[in-house]
């Protein structure tokens, strides 16, 4: 069955990188757009990057725009997003979600299929 399993997640000070992968299995990625989300405490789910795996077009919230790049390597079934220059308002759990489409898109309820998550603390 289809599975997404984010890892990388962890506590970093301000200033900070770290770099989450989003292991797919279950299908072909490269059918697949794959975006990453986000959800602070007491926030609701934000979008912050997705790419499409077939061609590698991606699309970067405002937010993270310059300091967060999203990329794919579809021998190994994963996409990974690298997050530097992290700030304390990034602190959130972080979601990977998948799409049978082709399309750019960072609304939650377009997507297929979610992971569990990986909490992302930016904290001094």
């Known amino acids: 069955q289809v599975q997404l399993v984010e890892s990388g997640g962890g506590l970093v000070q301000p200033g900070g990188s770290l770099r989450l992968s989003c292991a797919a299995s279950g299908f072909t990625l490269d059918s697949y757009s794959i975006g990453w989300f986000r959800q602070g405490p007491g926030k609701e789910r934000e979008g912050v990057s997705c790419i499409s795996s077939s061609d590698g077009r991606t699309y970067y919230a405002e937010s993270v725009k310059g300091r967060f790049t999203i990329f794919a390597d579809n021998a190994k079934s994963t996409v990974y997003l690298q997050m530097n220059s992290l700030k304390p308002e990034d602190t959130a759990v972080y979601y990977c979600?998948?799409?049978?489409?082709?399309?750019?898109?960072?609304?939650?309820?377009?997507?297929?299929?979610w992971g569990q998550g990986t909490q992302v603390t930016v904290s001094s």
């Open positions: 979600a998948a799409v049978f489409s082709h399309v750019l898109t960072v609304v939650p309820g377009q997507y297929d299929y």
